[in-house]
């Protein structure tokens, strides 16, 4: 009996030993379960995909603006196909259309091929004028985001009142019918209906655009004070050239100058620059950053009446005459121009390299492409 009462203790004993190893078991898998989602929905989402001054980017917005854009992409993808293929099926010749529209989608389709590195860039840019703008006291309003948000959508709470047309004879005009400005309630039903299919489609939150808004007003703003220091008035020189293609062409060209003969004659007879060359090479006033540095370099090295030895730049071969010179000259409007697209550029390119930026992407942290994401219709 006592035999018995043994073999069923040990029995019962082991019985407890496996009921207690089984839930172990599945205690440490329902941990691994839930340390993987947590590290899936929680750790990951935060993992930075770069820092600007220590301020992280974050995967998650990474992502969902990648995701975002992909869809707005492939929405204007779609358009610019489906017009190809109406004019492709149309009767008339509209080749110059067709042609158009085949760079639009090239261009689009380029686009969206460098689109996880551009987005990336894009955060960075807009986390550093946020810091900029910050340290100038610059801000933009809740209100200021409202508007533009309402704007992207068609609606002015303010409409102009037409002005009466005056009457300024007796024959009766019929106007033309104007479309009735967007009412409030329209603008909501219309942009409500429109982030549930973006959020349903790419995870991209009326927040997030709200955020994304936000951003693009802080770059407007900080590019309107790089701009505004941008100076109206720079060093200029007033010069020619002549353009060959080989260095033999040129050193001809150089002995014929020295010879004594007229640097625009011998412009005009064997320049290959087409764009000046009637013009005895004549490339007008022009301020440092215009040209390509080689060319640059030795003309801004020249005195008024002095022409260089043979220059060599990616284009070709050149000499250079300098004509004028001045050391404080207006720019023209498409040299501003031109300039202070180049110091917004600079400005960004600049601090994008700086030791403040620090980038951890990786082309795994790309979102794939979701069935989800597909155009509207």
Known sequence: MSKK???????????RILVAGTITILVLVALVLAWGLYDHYVLRPRTPVASVAGVPIRLETYQD??????????????RLQNQKMELSSSEETQDFLVRYLDQQIAQIEQEMATLPTSVLDE?????????????RGITVSSEEVQSRLESQFGYDPNPPTPAPTPITSTVTVTPTPTGAPMTYEEYVEQSHNWFEVVQGRTGFT????????????????????VVSE???????????????????????VLARLKAGEDFATVAAEVSQDTSNKDDGGDLGWFARGSMVPAFEEVAFG????????????????????????????????????????????????????SEDVVRYWDSSMVPEPSP????LP
């Not at 009462?5 to 019985?15: C, D, I, K, P």
């Not at 009326?206 to 004070?225: I, K, M, N």
């Not at 989800?372 to 155009?375: A, I, K, L, N, R």
């Open 230 to 252: 941008v100076p109206t008035v720079a060093e200029q020189v007033h010069a020619r050239h002549i353009l060959v293609e080989t260095r033999e062409e040129a050193e001809e």
């Open 123 to 135: 955060l960075i840019d807009y986390e550093l004028a946020r810091q900029e703008c910050e340290r």
């Open 302 to 353: 020249l005195e008024p009446g002095e022409f260089s030895g043979v220059v060599e730049t990616s284009y070709g071969f050149h000499i250079i005459k300098v004509e004028e010179r001045d050391e404080s000259r207006p720019l023209s409007d498409s040299q501003l121009q031109q300039a202070r697209q180049k110091a917004v550029q600079d400005w960004f390119a600049e601090r994008r390299e």
């Open 5 to 15: 009462l043994s073999q069923r203790a040990r029995e019962r004993r082991l019985g």
């Open 65 to 78: 603006l990648v995701k975002y854009r992909r869809w707005d992409y492939q929405n204007y993808l779609s």
């Open 372 to 375: 989800t994401q597909s155009y």
């Open 206 to 225: 009326r927040e997030d655009f709200l955020d994304l808004l936000e951003s693009s007003l802080y770059v407007e703003r900080l590019t309107e004070v």
